[in-house]
């Protein structure tokens, strides 16, 4: 191969990379907030994911809506049942050693999985084409459309969840019950209801990426959830785990890093790279790229 | 004879009664085929169960990538019988040496991490290590390792887990396990009582993952295939289930949480999404409403009936 396709085929992978990486960027926001405010490794998050594509796939073919439509149906959607799950399954839990928590979140992951498999059969289902496919050549790369619609819709999404942690009353509330609970508490915030108003956005955000995803690949099934969901929990902690921009960041990069890996190397070896990835980042920086250190006192 | 001798003796006997009228029920057919299978299944369920129990349960580090180890054993295991053409006993040693050589490798570095982190990056490396015998050809790839001899009965996975349990028993009961259960307990007071943590968090793992791969080679050698599916991360979460429902830390726990679920499995065979929503729910009302388990940390034992006897007794003359 001459250095003129390897440069190309690189930007090409590059481009895949992005669009791909702001999928997981998306579901990394949810894990990212839901950590930073009560402490859980939510392994249930990349279900709500896939409860996002299936409604999606709902208002599309059984309601009709639209693009936007859709998208908001499934984002409200799954931000009541992350309400549900964790007025059901954690808040209950808050006090509790942090392994019994970590078992009841993939208790809840496993429940959404065969649940939704016993509701919708294990059989993937054909996403509606909502969007006709165009295909751009810039000279030679060639870009999709749906792409395009993937990355400005979340880079939308992440603009407007930026606003709201950082601009709005809510959002000042869920970063005072992150820093400091019982603080906030103490300060007249209603801790019950932040952490539920945090759960709701971050599955809304999970949610939009499902249906992201249902455009671009047309295909979805029970189990699409269990490897993004992985996958955003390596970014979130690429990152640094709780810190905001540090989750876009860090889907972006392990998104480029698997798109780059399938082309060049094997597209079988693209899920070992991105655990490979998670594990030495753990062991030489495992506060992630954003992260300052902070030391454990006794 | 001291008394630990005697409770030991004790145990032997009930093992050794217990086996004679299993094979007795197999001999005279009263156990088909198919319940045969399950009570091989059990078998290997309890290694497993007691050895992440000895990972998760005593030393108190959440792995949740067990079905990595169970692979290595697998595969090992058959590449000696099938491709080496060794005898049986050797690729027991063999898969039970790779798995272990592999979890000290492992172990080493990621034991550094803690809690969460820590549970994360081993169902990280269970995937890894899924991924790349997917991706060997000499194994099998994607279509699994066919054509294995079927060389495990009842009779020898029955008895090498008997001595497998012994060894963890008696494993909790020495000063390394003594060391292994203040780790789980409070780390840095561990450490500061001069108890070198890394080494007896590795030597738990490496243990846990060595049986781990035991429970393999008898896997491989029963069903005649090793297939990557068959160790995905479901895999790790059964027998996690099996050690959290009988209670993280109680080997009589782990044993019984094999059992029931083995059996409730085999029973909601032909319905695979029901089998998986009972796990996840027991799991879920499980923490929330009794989360040490069915046994908690206690173990089943002499002084355990004695009591209970002792209570009833008790009743008795107070009435």
Excluded at chain 1, 63 to 68: D, E, I, P, R
Aim: charged letters at 10%; aromatic letters at 12%; hydrophobic letters at 55%.
């Amino acid at each position: 191969m001459d250095m003129g396709s390897l440069l190309h085929q690189f930007i090409q992978q590059m481009i895949n990379g992005i669009s791909l990486g702001s999928i997981y960027a998306l579901i990394a926001l949810g894990y990212t907030m839901i950590y930073g405010i009560i402490k859980l490794i939510n392994f249930a998050h990349g279900d709500i994911y896939m409860v996002g594509a299936y409604l999606g796939f709902i208002a599309t073919t059984y309601l009709g809506f639209g693009f936007f439509g859709a998208i908001i149906f499934a984002m409200v959607g799954a931000g009541l049942a992350g309400i549900i799950i964790e007025r059901v399954a954690y808040r209950p839990m808050r006090n509790a050693p942090r392994i019994a928590i970590l078992i009841t979140a993939i208790g809840v992951s496993f429940f959404l999985e065969y649940t939704m498999m016993l509701i919708a059969s294990p059989q993937p289902r054909t996403f509606p084409a909502i969007f006709e496919a165009t295909v751009y050549h810039l000279g030679p790369l060639v870009v999709n459309s749906q792409q395009i619609l993937i990355l400005v819709s979340a880079l939308v999404l992440m603009v407007a969840l930026t606003y709201i942690v950082n601009k709005t009353k809510a959002g000042m509330a869920m970063r005072a019950v992150s820093f400091d609970a019982d603080a906030a508490q103490l300060m007249g915030i209603n801790v019950d209801k932040t952490i539920s108003l945090t759960f709701a956005l971050g599955s809304a955000l999970a949610a939009a990426g499902g249906v992201l995803v249902g455009i671009y690949y047309n295909s979805i099934d029970p189990l699409m959830g269990m490897m993004p969901g992985m996958k955003a929990f390596i970014a979130a902690v690429l990152g640094g785990i709780g810190i905001i921009p540090g989750a876009m960041a860090g889907g972006l990069i392990l998104g480029v890093v698997e798109a780059l890996v399938s082309g060049f190397i094997s597209s079988t070896f693209r899920d070992a790279a991105s655990f490979a990835i998670l594990i030495l980042i753990l062991l030489y920086k495992p506060t992630g790229l954003l992260g300052k250190n902070v030391r454990e006192k006794v | 004879m001291n008394k630990q001798r005697k409770n030991d003796l004790l145990a032997l006997g009930a093992c050794v009664l217990i086996y004679a009228i299993f094979e007795g029920l197999i001999q005279l057919e009263v156990i088909g085929p198919f319940w045969e299978l399950n009570m091989v299944l059990i078998c290997i369920n309890i290694i497993l169960a007691s050895s992440l129990n000895m990972i998760n349960g005593y030393t108190g580090q959440f792995s949740i990538g067990h079905a990595g180890f169970l692979a290595v054993g697998a595969y090992v295991g058959a590449i000696f019988t099938v491709k080496l053409g060794l005898p049986f006993p050797v690729a027991i040693i063999a898969g039970t040496i790779a798995a272990g050589f592999l979890g000290f490798l492992i172990g080493l570095p990621t034991l550094r991490l803690n809690g969460d982190y820590l549970a994360i990056a081993t169902l990280g490396l269970g995937e890894i290590i899924r991924i790349c015998i997917l991706n060997i050809d000499y194994v099998g790839g994607a279509s699994g390792f066919m054509g294995i001899p079927r060389l495990t009965s009842f009779t020898n996975i029955f008895w090498i887990m008997i001595v497998i349990l012994f060894f963890i028993k008696n494993f909790k009961n020495s000063a390394h396990g003594r060391a292994c259960l203040a780790i789980r307990e409070n780390e840095i007071a561990a450490d500061t009582m001069g108890i070198d943590t890394t080494k007896y968090k590795v030597m738990a793992f490496t243990l846990g993952a060595a049986f781990a791969g035991t429970a393999g080679v008898m896997f491989s050698h029963y069903f005649y295939i090793a297939h990557p599916a068959s160790f995905t991360f479901m895999r790790s979460f059964d027998i996690l289930t099996m050690v959290v429902l009988g209670g993280l830390g109680s080997m009589t726990g782990s044993i019984t949480g094999a059992i029931v679920l083995t059996f409730i499995s085999a029973y909601l065979a032909e319905f695979p999404e029901w089998r998986m929503i009972v796990y996840s729910v027991t799991m879920i009302v499980l923490m929330l409403r009794r989360p040490q388990g069915l046994f908690g940390s206690a173990e089943l034992s002499a002084e355990m009936f004695k009591g209970l006897t002792k209570r009833i007794g008790g009743v008795k003359i107070g009435k």
